[in-house]
């Protein structure tokens, strides 16, 4: 699956290089905690490269938008804009679900094929179109199905209440995204420091810490990877073939198969767990009484 | 792979809020005079109603009475400014723009920059036969919402149109095509079996009937262009 950088500085190697290219991301945040500076670094990134960018906000707060983000040091969005590469879309979340229910399999099909980056701020406002969780889910995840096609998408959330993730408008979409980020800003508490965790992230190694972030004019959000690195090394892996090949009472058949898993891994798979044992599930796994 | 994915977006997205067809009422544009409002609305949105007054040769509060019945069904939008436009006809945001260019000694100015790119205040108030003052309020007025931008040559300033007019008027025509459709089916919603005569991306021509009278609306999509006539 081919990569596409974040634009978020510290983020991509978090995610094992960047986001998938096509495939849907949610950013789930509290007021102030950088929701749309996100979105919006996120859609500069790909205007850099020369690539079409697309806004959608649900806020009906285009101007506000841009002018924070030109007070960001990114007026460059201006240019853009003129050039038509980057468009902001003012909509009410009604139009959007009306455009998503009616409107969105036809767009797709004109445009399949196309690789823009497409960011909706907030999808809140679609998700309470309907009171009804079946159709909630429903139209999240059509609309993340279809805008896939033609893009990588990013949607972002406003998280209500103790920032646990539990709240309904946040688990629908939680569970039909590909990635889930997660950004924690509790500006009541003594510390209100942000941090941000990357809660699911599909075909993608990536970090399971907390992570600190900054916004800094001139640059946006900056991440803390702290003492995260990812692991490349496979000596585990090599060690477990080593055992394999010693290992004499196997069939050919398992040990092909044991030893495909094995190519796929890195040390930092094991989280601790020793591989004699991992081998030995495995074998066990496959091993016929 | 072609460009332009986002526009294309944003006339769909567009195009839903007009879908459900609100009927206009039988007997509302079979008024003469209300025809004539909407129709310079059309071609001025956001023009004072003293100004459509002057134009259509009625009383100012005529002009309000008939704008209210437009409004209220619909058909056009008060703005903050107590002016009125055409709904879902131009971009909102475009408000100030009109009003700027709906007043009549600005639009003299900025209609002598575009004719003379270049030209100096007295240049500009010879060409008009008005005062320098009047000039030097209307170029300011201009320049303030960036109509137009001065450069300083020496002792003189001199004037140049931007092309913002001219990029509001590209972004305009997906909107306009977008409100010709909605337009017609909100006729036919109300009843008055329209057949659209002419349509182009400047102008469409309906006739309307209503039991044995029939009349014409013309209606101008191009108000970017005709503010300044």
Known sequence: MRKVRTGIFGLNPLLDGGLNERSTTVVIGASGAGKTTFATQFIRRALLDGQEGIFVSLDENKEQII?????????????????????????????????IRKELPAFVEDWRGANTRIAIDPLTPVVWTTKDAYEQRDLIGFMLKETRKVGTVLATLEEHGPGDLMGQETVIPMYLADCVIHMRYKPMEGNPSRRLKIVKARSTRHSDQWHPYHI?????????????????????????????????????????????????????????????????????????? | MPRGIGRALETAIARKETEAPRAV??????????????????????????????????????????????AAANLVARDLEATYHPRDFIDPADGPLFRVLAEGAARDVFRQVLEAPGSTQREIAEALGVSRQSVFKSAAVLEAHHLITAIEDGRFRRYYPTDLLSRRREAHRPRAKAFATAFVKQLQAGGLTPVVLRRTERQILVRIARGRNAETLDLPLDPYATVLQ
């Open chain 2, 25 to 70: 009422r039988e007997s509302l544009f079979m008024h003469p005079r209300r025809r004539e409002l909407f129709r310079l609305l059309c071609l001025r949105p956001c023009a004072t109603a003293g100004e459509l007054a002057r134009q259509a040769h009625l009383s100012a509060n005529a002009v309000r009475w008939h704008l209210e019945q437009l």
């Open chain 1, 67 to 99: 002018r924070e983000a030109v007070e960001m040091g990114w007026s460059d969005i201006l240019d853009y804009m003129d050039d038509e590469l980057l468009v902001f879309i003012d909509a009410s979340g009604r139009e959007f679900s009306n455009f």
């Open chain 1, 216 to 289: 800094v004019k001139g640059l946006g959000l900056i991440i803390d990877q702290g003492d995260f690195r990812r692991s490349t090394t496979a000596k585990i892996p090599a060690q477990m073939k080593a055992l394999l090949e010693k290992r004499e009472a196997l069939s050919p058949q398992i040990r092909e198969r044991v030893g495909k898993a094995l190519d796929l891994l890195t040390d930092d798979d094991f989280r601790g767990m020793k591989p004699e044992e991992v081998l030995s599930y495995i074998i066990e796994e496959f091993t016929e009484e």
